[in-house]
T-cell receptor, first 115, second 113 residues
């Protein structure tokens, strides 16, 4: 069964450093997303991406965040200068296999720890 | 701003019995609702969904009920199995055609053998 793949599974970084979280969405999907879950809190929307551009972003997704689809398969989330409060599990998701965009398929996540 | 609420953080159910997980929402613009299941160290897995034009959707052991007037939905699992032990998230979308999902805080379901 096709799946969304995320690497790395864990990332530890120092505050102020840049991190890039990587994702390979399901190959025939058209919509891509990043969500995050801070420990003990709900899963929160960060950004959606379609047709090589951001279609929506939340207030969390400030200028420190950026997304890119550098080739036909990868989808990345970059945090330019990490803060302690960026520590969370980051989930990549993709959708639109059957035209229903809200039916998202999630990866296993990258646990980001900012020290 | 809790537009989607799951008021029970945890629920324990005997194996073979029915599990009922509840979810309330406040935004009347939501028109599509989903349930996701999450195991530790894994991403959420899509379980079942329902459009606002329906009041029930069934898939095997899983049934979702939607009460639009009460802005309430529930997930029924029957019979409950040990493998159903996980965190269940209710999610909603709509808001004028936007595909962004708004999640609840989750309910941890434990099935007791």
């Amino acid at each position: 069964e096709p799946e969304v793949t995320q690497t790395p599974s864990h990332q530890v970084t120092q505050m102020g450093q840049e991190v890039i979280l990587r994702c390979v969405p399901i190959s025939n999907h058209l919509y891509f997303y990043w969500y995050r879950q801070i420990l003990g809190q709900k899963v929160e929307f960060l950004v959606s991406f379609y047709n090589n551009e951001i279609s929506e972003k939340s207030e969390i997704f400030d200028d420190q965040f950026s997304v890119e689809r550098p080739d036909g398969s990868n989808f990345t989330l970059k945090i330019r200068s990490t803060k302690l409060e960026d520590s969370a599990m980051y989930f990549c998701a993709s959708s639109a296999e059957d035209g229903r965009r809200e039916k998202l398929f999630f990866g296993s996540g990258t646990q980001l720890s900012v020290l | 701003d809790q537009q989607v609420k799951q008021n029970s953080p945890s629920l324990s159910v005997q194996e073979g019995r029915i599990s009922i997980l509840n979810c309330d929402y406040t935004n009347s613009m939501f028109d599509y609702f989903l349930w996701y299941k999450k195991y530790p160290a894994e991403g959420p897995t899509f379980l079942i969904s329902i459009s606002s034009i329906k009041d029930k959707n069934e898939d095997g052991r899983f049934t979702v009920f939607l009460n639009k007037s009460a802005k309430h939905l529930s997930l029924h699992i029957v019979p409950s199995q040990p493998g159903d032990s996980a965190v269940y998230f209710c999610a909603a979308s709509g808001l004028g055609g936007n595909e962004k999902l708004t999640f609840g805080t989750g309910t941890r379901l434990t099935i007791i053998p």
